[in-house]
């Protein structure tokens, strides 16, 4: 299914010249996991997908496709085992915070470790991590490193 949104993207930018917004790949993956198994014989795909991006006008979007080809926006979302847990601590958590515009990437980063460790109830090390963010200066997605990771950590620790 990655492959398949690569393809589209790129069949996008070939075809008309610029970058595919995220929200226009998220419905074209929908679609096609709506439609995929409609045909005889062909099995649905079965599987969850997030598509993170970055637009000048909209700012940060989150959208996560289930396989049924339904696709919703999402301020933080989380997918496969104890979502449902994921979900609502998050959705508390915005409530409490009241989390605006002005949430910052490092805040953020925090919120997410800090979620998995409380749905899970594990205490994570910098290797059991791994985060990948898209930054607003440059609308690309990277990985952070395990010192990055570890810094992170070290912030939470010291803020309990």
Same mark, same amino acid.
């Given at each position: 299914?990655?492959? =398949? ?17 995220? &929200?226009?790949?998220?419905? =074209?993956?929908? !679609?096609? !996991? ?5 045909n005889a014989g062909i099995r649905p ?18 959208? *996560?496709? &289930? ?9 933080? %979302?989380?997918?496969?085992? @104890?979502?449902?847990?994921?979900? !609502?601590?998050?959705? *508390?958590?915005? @409530? *409490?915070?009241?989390? &605006? ?12 470790i800090n979620t998995l460790s409380n ?5 994570? *090390? ?11 200066? %440059?609308?690309?997605? =990277? %990985? ?9 950590l070290i912030r939470i620790t010291e803020?309990?």
């Amino acid at each position: 299914l990655a492959q =398949r949104a690569r393809m589209e993207a790129a069949e996008f930018r070939y075809k008309f010249g610029y970058e595919i917004t995220a &929200d226009m790949l998220a419905k =074209r993956i929908a !679609n096609l !996991n709506q439609v995929y198994p409609q045909n005889a014989g062909i099995r649905p795909l079965g599987v969850a997908m997030s598509i993170i991006g970055f637009d000048d006008e909209k700012g940060p979007l989150l959208f *996560k496709i &289930d396989p049924s080809g339904h696709y919703a926006a999402f301020k933080a %979302t989380s997918s496969g085992q @104890k979502h449902q847990e994921a979900l !609502n601590y998050l959705e *508390k958590k915005f @409530k *409490k915070e009241k989390i &605006d515009e002005k949430f910052k990437l490092i805040d953020a980063i925090e919120m997410a470790i800090n979620t998995l460790s409380n749905v899970l109830s594990v205490d994570f *090390k910098p290797s059991e991590l791994e985060i990948g963010v898209v930054e607003a200066s %440059t609308g690309f997605f =990277r %990985t952070l490193s395990e010192q990055e990771i570890d810094e992170h950590l070290i912030r939470i620790t010291e803020k309990d």
